[in-house]
């Protein structure tokens, strides 16, 4: 991760890494990689091109700094859209023909970032021929050797738009949440209420309950991500002789989630 101390958004959610994992709860199984572009810094505040998500087709072409360049400057774009775009996501091409969706995050009206997810083909719509053109255009511009981009062209994950939509909802649910939480201000035990009760509510308000459950499913998520690393760093301790080193550094990773 990159060091982001004067962010706005960093000391609005306090806690990075939780909020990371919400994200990884939101998107599940999802094979397209993720990210939060800060409106103030315009740094990344995760480092995405390093993690397994992140597909083969966009890392061959972000491992040439030109390519990377032009990544960039999309996502800079997009973020910029989203200033004054009210939007709660927009979904779009972006310059190598590739679907990707932009969920700005806003306090008090104002963009304090951006996440980024996608990396997929949509449908039956022809986008593999357009980005089969678009890879041979980039090989040579950048003056990649043939086959760089365009190899990798048939192993982008296609999706339907139902499931690019129902993340989408996923990733403005953790939206939500992280803002709540680093604000003081999320309401979770109200949510395990509406869920002992879903039956009833499913007849009576099948929305609220439907994004209640998502509310569900991404704290547990995170919960459950935050229990196994408690778990692991115990062993940790026990093998080091249990003097505590390090507990500190893992402390602040916990913190916003201890007051759930």
Same mark, same amino acid.
């Given at each position: 991760?990159?060091?982001?101390?004067?962010?706005?958004?960093?000391?609005?959610?306090?806690?990075?890494?939780?909020?990371?994992?919400?994200?990884?709860? %939101? @998107?599940?199984?999802?094979?397209? %990689?993720?990210?939060?572009?800060?409106?103030?810094?315009?740094?990344?505040?995760?480092?995405?091109?390093?993690?397994?998500?992140?597909?083969?087709?966009?890392?061959?072409?972000?491992?040439?700094?030109?390519?990377?360049?032009?990544?960039?400057?999309?996502?800079?774009?997009?973020?910029?859209?989203?200033?004054?775009?009210?939007? %709660?996501?927009?979904?779009?091409?972006?310059?190598?023909?590739?679907?990707?969706?932009?969920?700005?995050?806003?306090?008090?009206?104002?963009?304090?970032?951006?996440?980024?997810?996608?990396?997929?083909?949509?449908?039956?719509?022809?986008?593999?021929?357009?980005?089969?053109?678009?890879?041979?255009?980039?090989?040579?511009?950048?003056?990649?050797?043939?086959?760089? @981009?365009?190899?990798?062209?048939?192993?982008?994950?296609?999706?339907?738009?139902?499931? @690019?939509?129902?993340?989408?909802?996923?990733?403005?649910?953790?939206?939500?949440?992280?803002?709540?939480?680093?604000?003081?201000?999320?309401?979770?035990?109200?949510?395990?209420?509406?869920?002992?009760?879903?039956?009833?509510?499913?007849?009576?308000?099948?929305?609220?309950?439907?994004?209640?459950?998502?509310?569900?499913? @991404?704290?547990?998520?995170?919960?459950?991500?935050?229990?196994?690393?408690?778990?692991?760093?115990?062993?940790?301790?026990?093998?080091?002789?249990?003097?505590?080193?390090?507990?500190?550094?893992?402390?602040?990773?916990?913190?916003?989630?201890?007051?759930?």
């Amino acid at each position: 991760m990159i060091e982001t101390t004067q962010s706005r958004f960093v000391e609005l959610i306090g806690d990075v890494e939780a909020f990371r994992l919400m994200l990884e709860g %939101a @998107l599940g199984r999802w094979e397209g %990689a993720y990210d939060v572009l800060l409106a103030d810094t315009h740094e990344y505040l995760y480092n995405a091109i390093e993690s397994e998500r992140f597909c083969g087709f966009c890392s061959a072409l972000r491992a040439y700094p030109e390519g990377d360049a032009l990544c960039r400057e999309h996502d800079t774009e997009m973020a910029r859209r989203a200033r004054t775009n009210q939007s %709660a996501h927009m979904l779009y091409k972006c310059h190598a023909g590739l679907t990707d969706v932009a969920v700005p995050i806003r306090v008090g009206g104002e963009l304090v970032a951006t996440v980024f997810f996608g990396q997929v083909l949509v449908g039956d719509t022809g986008d593999h021929d357009v980005v089969m053109r678009r890879a041979a255009d980039l090989e040579e511009k950048l003056g990649m050797p043939k086959g760089t @981009l365009t190899s990798q062209v048939d192993h982008i994950r296609t999706v339907s738009r139902a499931e @690019l939509d129902d993340k989408s909802a996923r990733v403005k649910q953790a939206r939500r949440l992280g803002v709540a939480l680093g604000r003081g201000t999320a309401r979770l035990p109200e949510a395990h209420a509406h869920r002992t009760s879903s039956a009833q509510g499913q007849r009576d308000h099948p929305r609220r309950v439907r994004a209640v459950e998502r509310q569900h499913d @991404l704290v547990g998520s995170v919960l459950g991500a935050h229990r196994a690393r408690g778990r692991q760093d115990a062993r940790i301790d026990r093998r080091d002789g249990g003097d505590g080193a390090g507990a500190g550094t893992r402390g602040r990773a916990a913190t916003s989630i201890s007051r759930w």
